[in-house]
Antibody, heavy 124, light 109 residues
Framework: QVQLQQSGPGLVKPSQTLSLTCAISGDSVSSNSAIWNWIRQSPSRGLEWLGRTYYRSKWYNDSAVSVKSRISINPDTSKNQFSLQLISVTPEDTAVYYC??????????????WGQGTLVTVSS | EIVLTQSPGTLSLSPGERATLSCRASQSFSSSTYLAWYQQKPGQAPRLLIYGTFSRAAGIPDRFSGSGSGTDFTLTISRLEPEDFAVYYCQEYDDSPPYSFGQGTKLEI
């Protein structure tokens, strides 16, 4: 059974960098049949897919246009986890952030399971 | 990018009743685009209920069913149990992002 455990600070100052980690158990970040995603949820934006990383003989990344210039998603094979970094945050980045597993092929956007969520507040 | 509109915004029903939740897409799905439904309870992450428009995820009771095609999709809960009262989201996906979610339907007692 795949489980995802998130960690990271819940408060970030404006203009600084939001950093979260998602530890994987029951699967591998290097799996050829999984894709590792970050999604956020806020009252103003609803559920918003942010980006993903996955391994298919080499590492690939994709991100949403809305955060493309600010986002970085990186795997850590030594710890079987992946991370999210969002630079230059503003109060509009305040949200609950989730990591989630996607499948292979046409199942890549089918998210199951999800991490427990981390409320990140951007405030001075 | 596909926009998903869910209706109603809030649905008030009682245990034992049948619930019908709607999700309408801004453009017709291609043959390689699919719909998923998620359930979210307060303070919890969304949980996958239905994928590929019709298929139940592992461990999901058979009172949950998905249907639809083109631009109109439905999640039906045949007989509501007390634990079914939650917010439900639809989501479209294919083999490449971005992926869009609906704004949610709150199912309340």
């Amino acid at each position: 059974q795949v489980q995802l455990q998130q960690s990271g600070p819940g408060l970030v100052k404006p203009s600084q960098t939001l950093s979260l980690t998602c530890a994987i158990s029951g699967d591998s970040v290097s799996s050829n049949s999984a894709i590792w995603n970050w999604i956020r949820q806020s009252p103003s934006r609803g559920l918003e897919w942010l980006g993903r990383t996955y391994y298919r003989s080499k590492w690939y990344n994709d991100s949403a246009v809305s955060v493309k210039s600010r986002i970085s998603i990186n795997p850590d094979t030594s710890k079987n986890q992946f991370s999210l970094q969002l630079i230059s945050v503003t109060p509009e980045d305040t949200a609950v952030y989730y990591c989630a597993r996607g499948g292979a092929g046409y199942n890549s956007g089918r998210f199951d399971p999800w991490g427990q969520g981390t409320l990140v507040t951007v405030s001075s | 990018e596909i926009v998903l509109t869910q209706s109603p915004g809030t649905l008030s029903l009682s245990p034992g009743e049948r619930a019908t939740l709607s999700c309408r897409a801004s453009q017709s799905f291609s043959s390689s685009t699919y719909l998923a439904w998620y359930q979210q309870k307060p303070g919890q992450a969304p949980r996958l209920l239905i994928y590929g428009t019709f298929s139940r995820a592992a461990g999901i009771p058979d009172r949950f069913s998905g249907s639809g095609s083109g631009t109109d999709f439905t999640l039906t809960i045949s007989r509501l149990e007390p634990e079914d009262f939650a917010v439900y989201y639809c989501q479209e996906y294919d083999d490449s992002p971005p992926y869009s979610f609906g704004q949610g339907t709150k199912l309340e007692i």
